[in-house]
């Protein structure tokens, strides 16, 4: 059971970066992020006066922290993400930048949070950060048509991932996850809607390739990956939930591949095994704490 539902978190959190890759075809990215998160927000309003026992004793400072942490983890991280699929970054690529997050963020632990951080782990992050290097270069040297600032938009959106994150774990009461995901998808719901309708781009298109993007967003990457993202990390511990985000990846890179035929060659796969060892180096010299926080909250990692 533990086998199944680690595969369906990967394949669901992988599906974000595959339905932004479709959806680029026909509407730019605030659109896509507009009509993804203007329903879902309603629906999960909707719903809130079911749930009223997870809102008690969340106060205006807590609520607040919670917004500002879905405008990070959540606004910022998804248009970065959108933005770079659109301007032609590959999915693979994008997935690999985004996932060396757990990466940076164990690497600042040390100064930011005055956490001990090992040797293995610094060399995790080296190891890590050249494989994204390898990848990127393997994209835009197999004639894509990326511009090549294109490449640092995803770098953006997994900062400001790792901003929320430290917010995150500086918050000392967490809110329910019922609760983040409902502040965070109304945020980001609010945040897309002024900018597709300050750019006039609120109107969908009649394509039914946007819906289908919306759809797959909502059910497989939303839904799908953050109900089954809590449910993982509630059977088997945060360790095990970040080495699986690790391997979204090779996975959206393997999909794109076969669903979009984006290049994915030798030094791409070569690309992709050095992340694979870097999580394989920072989890042999993590030092010995029993459990740790979770990281930000899913929907948020969630693309």
């Known amino acids: 059971m533990n086998v ?4 369906a978190l990967v394949v669901c959190w992988s ?9 680029a075809g026909s509407a730019s990215a605030v659109t896509i992020l507009m009509w993804r998160f203007l329903p879902l927000a309603l629906l999960l309003i909707a ?34 993400v959108y933005v770079a699929i659109q301007h032609g970054v590959s999915s693979g690529t994008t997935a690999l930048i985004d996932g060396a997050q757990p990466l940076v963020a164990g690497a600042l632990a040390g100064p930011l949070l005055r956490q001990y951080v090992s040797r293995g782990q610094w060399l995790g992050l080296v190891l890590g950060l050249t494989g994204v290097v390898v990848v990127a270069a393997a994209d835009a040297g197999s004639g894509a048509d990326a511009p090549g600032w294109a490449y640092l938009v995803p770098f953006l959106g997994m900062f400001s991932l790792v901003a929320a994150t430290f917010l995150e774990g500086r918050t000392r009461t967490p809110a329910p996850p019922s609760v983040a995901l409902t502040v965070h998808c109304t945020v980001s719901a609010v945040v897309f809607s002024v900018l597709a309708l300050s750019v006039r781009a609120a109107q969908p298109p009649a394509e039914a390739s946007f819906w289908i993007a919306v759809t797959w967003l909502v059910v497989l990457s939303t839904f799908g990956g953050y ?3 809590w449910l993982v990390l509630k059977r088997s ?14 996975v959206t890179a393997l ?3 076969l669903m979009f035929r984006e290049p994915f060659g030798a030094q791409s796969a070569c690309g992709l095994l050095i992340g694979l060892a870097a999580v394989a180096v920072v989890h042999r010299g993590a030092p010995g704490t029993a459990r740790r926080r979770a990281p930000v909250g899913s929907s948020a990692r969630q693309p």
């Open 4 to 7: 199944l539902l680690s595969a």
């Open 15 to 23: 599906s974000g970066f595959i339905g932004a890759k479709l959806g």
């Open 47 to 80: 719903t809130a006066p079911f749930t009223r026992a997870s809102w008690r004793g969340l106060s205006p400072r807590a609520l607040g922290r919670q917004v500002l942490i879905g405008l990070l983890s959540q606004s910022g991280y998804l248009l970065a």
């Open 227 to 229: 109900g089954i993202y």
């Open 237 to 250: 511990g945060v360790a095990r939930v970040n080495t699986l985000m690790f391997l979204m990846a090779p």
């Open 255 to 257: 999909w794109g591949a």
